[in-house]
């Protein structure tokens, strides 16, 4: 029981931590750079922020009522968030040393970081040994 409250914590700090890189990003000069980037306060924006918590909450409410094998699909959602996060990483670096605008990005690099880091947390929380 106290390891499913770890895992519903974490998963809840993930999902904050990728709703925080949406808006941040949303705040950078990474807004600016194309027709269908989210503006910050735009609908778009807080259409990407719903459709993340849906696809966190939604499992994770399933998991809390008692369905451990939901942990599984949040494993699988987890891991895109992962390879999201690092490609994130990789983008913006790339993209911020060739327009000249890294230091403008910083911010969204160290979410993005924390979250992949906190995703990785995940799942040793979710499947170490003592989980079972």
Known sequence: MRNKKKIIIMTLFSA????????????SPLSDMGENANQFNSLGMWLSIAMILVFYLVPLLMYSLGLEWMKYLMAVFCSFGLLIMLSMILLVVFIGAVKG?????????????????????????TFSKGSK
């Open 16 to 27: 904050l931590l990728f709703c925080m890189v949406i808006v941040i990003c949303s705040m």
């Open 101 to 125: 605008i890294l230091p403008s990005l910083i911010g969204v690099l160290v979410i993005s970081g924390i979250n992949g880091l906190i995703n990785i947390i995940w799942f040793f929380t």
